[in-house]
């Protein structure tokens, strides 16, 4: 089979190609806005390490980063922060041990009159120690925008989806949570940094430290869906797939070939083709006119066939 007749082979089929086309791109646009909008909210945060500087800790960081993308696209933080998420909202700092740093109680120092060495209060410590801690528990829950008072924590976190990009050439790592709803995208993407520090301290890496950089926004607008997108790989995808369907049934179909075709298959040209022609019964074609019938057929006698015309005679003749 040349080019010309592939060519005339998808020229015959045009519109059944053009039509299931069609029936592609319906497709791909109802299924398209049938899909949920989903909001993304992003963090970013820097990857150090611990008390190193230079190129061998830039290269360090870079490594750590891809290998945290990983995790976070796994969804090996997704217990963290459903349980980071949680303890916010439930009032409760004892259950964010976990993942705020550890505040060790302060020794105080208090001079005796007689000049005797500092003397410390435990009860003291203790006390000055879990301001702190909840402190910082009531400050880290602000950051990710859900306290026992505020925002009602997202039920469903595990409906969100994480996601980690490393920024190239930088110790920068892009943290996306993507939801149904911009605040439970926006809760999540801010609670993945807390959620990683809890990973870092359970693998017992203590020369790793995530800084945050910069925390989500809540997003206006859902994602784009990307519908022309869509469209376009809808028609390229039709017309191949049409195509080799009409190639296919080509193939198969039973039919006489073009004249040029049986020319060059017989060594012989062509002259003349005659076109299709609907053959109509004489008597029936005069009744359906309503015209009398000018010729009549009788049955063939001794293998002769006569014709009786009916009207004035036309020619020489007795």
């Known amino acids: 089979m040349t080019a010309g007749d592939v060519y005339r082979a998808l020229w015959r089929h045009k519109f059944f190609i053009v039509v299931l086309t069609a029936v592609f791109v319906a497709a791909a646009w109802y299924a398209t806005s049938q899909q949920a909008r989903r909001y993304?909210?992003?963090?970013?945060?820097r990857v150090?390490?611990?008390?190193?500087?230079?190129n061998a800790s830039l290269v360090a960081a870079q490594t750590l980063a891809e290998t945290y993308a990983k995790i976070i696209g796994s969804g090996a933080l997704k217990g963290d922060i459903k349980t980071f998420v949680a303890g916010c909202a439930s009032g409760n700092p004892s259950s964010l041990k976990g993942f705020l740093p550890p505040v060790a109680p302060r020794r105080a120092q208090t001079s005796s009159p007689n000049g005797s060495l500092p003397s410390t209060t435990r009860s003291v410590r203790r006390a000055a120690a879990a301001r702190r801690f909840r402190r910082a528990y009531t400050q880290a829950c602000r950051a990710i925008g859900v306290t026992s008072r505020g925002l009602v924590a997202p039920r469903k976190i595990s409906e969100v989806k994480l996601s980690g990009s490393p920024v190239q050439g930088v110790d920068l790592l892009t943290i996306s949570?993507?939801?149904?709803?911009?605040?439970n995208a926006t809760i999540a993407a801010n609670a993945a940094p807390w959620a990683l520090r809890a990973f870092i301290r359970r693998t017992g890496s203590g020369t790793e430290k995530v800084v945050l950089v910069k925390a989500a926004t809540k997003p206006?607008?859902?994602?784009?869906?990307q519908l022309p997108l869509k469209i376009a790989i809808a028609v390229m995808f039709g017309l191949i797939f049409n195509g080799a369907l009409a190639l296919l049934?080509?193939?198969?179909?039973d039919r006489l070939p073009e004249p040029d075709e049986l020319g060059q298959a017989l060594g012989r040209p062509?002259?003349?083709?005659?076109?299709n022609l609907r053959l109509h019964d004489t008597a029936n074609l005069a009744a359906s006119r309503g015209a009398p019938k000018s010729v009549s057929m009788e049955q063939p006698r001794d293998g002769e066939r006569s014709t009786q015309t009916t009207g004035p005679r036309v020619g020489p003749g007795p």
């Open 40 to 45: 993304e909210a992003s963090t970013l945060v």
């Open 249 to 253: 049934l080509e193939l198969f179909r």
């Open 177 to 183: 949570a993507r939801s149904k709803t911009p605040a």
């Open 220 to 225: 206006s607008s859902p994602v784009s869906q």
């Open 48 to 54: 150090q390490e611990r008390g190193d500087t230079g």
């Open 270 to 275: 062509v002259l003349a083709t005659i076109p």
